[in-house]
């Protein structure tokens, strides 16, 4: 956690603006592979969480997006376009973020940016990009505000940044689709609710909260933690005490781990359920005794898609020695869903490379059968595909419980 916490392809333009205009000059390999020679270069750059705590979902994403931009060099999806590939590191916070995003904006050959992870980095970068008219596509994001507008919950949904889109589906949808899987299907009425504060999981336990009562739930309890805690003895002692039937947190993986564990060690034999945060191998080898925790995660299994096996088998091939995680094939559809955009706005520019505005209108109208399924964008910059999973800890590894579309 170094450098920046967003997933940033950055796009940028070296040489002359002609797709033609490079002619004959050699120009260094990309990164990202290809053998493009000639080539008006693009780079895609990746800002996530390379190091620290949640260096484990980072590494994927910035992987995914690299081999979506060795396949995109290798078929020349884009022709006389080479693309690149920029990671940077944000450590999942939003000030390094933000500076992130500055410096990406800075740099007149970024065209474009998949990222961030957190939705707490995504607010510090949104204007930032938005202003430059400098294209972004969360693989991750779970936010709803950040795509419709503070007052969303209210019904009043407007679109603060029109650069700004995401494959991943929103907390709208996540954490009422874990209350009915706890409350219908593993019959728990009454839960302990726990978030830590940050953006992503205080809203994530909030739209919990507001579809589990209205089914009829109870809730044991309420706290708030530290992102950062790690000693939650104080918290299991209140939900030994409450009756609780199973435990929602709104979180990430490097804290809901160690707080399942204590609860599993003080004798609360009850699961723990969290979002896509917590959904990560690194929460089970955190939490021994996680069999039968829960979390939801966006989308449908990976290895159970069609579309994906490709990306599977090349990913291997590839030889990244980090997992894709939870993210992977979202992050691999985010950087293709901008390369479309370039394809677009360049066939729309004779040919040329166009400015970052066209790309990022291109990027709105663009639909593809991606990794995760059909890719597309609805008014709000949202993704289409509102599917989501429900797994469960099984000896040691995440194993489907459940797949579906949420029901509002």
């Not at 980095?121 to 990009?129: K, L």
Request: include cysteine.
């Amino acid at each position: 956690m170094r450098h920046r916490s967003a997933v940033v392809v950055s796009i940028a333009v070296i040489g002359a603006l002609s797709l033609s205009a490079c002619g004959s000059r050699g120009e260094k390999k990309a990164d990202g592979g290809g053998s493009n020679s000639g080539s008006t270069t693009v780079v895609i750059g990746v800002d996530a969480p390379l190091t620290g705590d949640l260096s484990a979902l980072g590494l994927g994403i910035r992987n995914s997006v690299d081999l979506a931009i060795k396949k995109a060099n290798e078929s020349n999806e884009v022709p006389g376009v080479k693309f690149e590939i920029k990671a940077l590191d944000d450590t999942g916070k939003p000030a390094p973020g933000q500076q992130n995003a500055t410096q990406l904006v800075g740099d007149s050959k970024v065209l474009g940016v998949v990222g961030p992870l957190n939705s707490s980095v995504a607010q510090s970068m949104q204007q930032i990009f938005d202003d430059a008219g400098l294209v972004e596509v969360s693989p991750a994001n779970t936010g709803v505000a950040l795509s419709q507008g503070e007052k969303w919950a209210s019904g009043e949904k407007k679109r603060p940044f029109t650069s700004y889109f995401r494959t991943a589906t929103t907390d709208a949808v996540q954490g009422p689709f874990a209350a009915q899987f706890l409350y219908n299907d593993a019959k728990k009425t009454k839960v302990f609710l726990i978030d830590d504060q940050k953006t992503y999981g205080a809203g994530l336990a909030g739209t919990f909260k507001g579809e589990f009562t209205k089914l009829g739930g109870q809730l044991a309890g309420e706290e708030h933690v530290n992102p950062d805690d790690r000693d939650f003895a104080a918290i299991v002692t209140k939900v030994r005490s409450s009756g609780a039937e199973a435990v929602y947190y709104g979180g990430e993986y490097p804290a809901a781990g160690p707080l399942s564990l204590q609860l599993k060690e003080a004798g609360v034999n009850i699961p723990l359920m969290g979002g896509d945060g917590i959904q990560s191998g690194d929460f089970i080898k955190l939490n021994p005794k996680s069999q039968g925790d829960y979390a939801t995660a966006v989308g449908l299994p990976v290895e159970s898609l069609d579309t994906a096996k490709k990306f599977i088998a090349d990913y291997k091939t590839a030889g990244y020695k980090d997992a894709y995680e939870t993210y992977g094939g979202y992050s691999y559809d985010s950087a293709w869903a901008i390369i479309q955009g370039v394809k677009q706005a360049v066939k729309d520019n004779n040919g040329k490379v166009p400015d970052r505005k066209a790309v990022r209108d291109a990027v709105q109208k663009v639909t593809f059968d991606g990794v995760t399924g059909k890719v597309s964008f609805d008014e709000f910059g949202d993704t289409t595909n509102k599917q989501l999973t429900v797994y469960t800890v099984k000896d040691g590894k995440w194993a489907v419980e459940k797949s579906g579309t949420y029901k509002g």
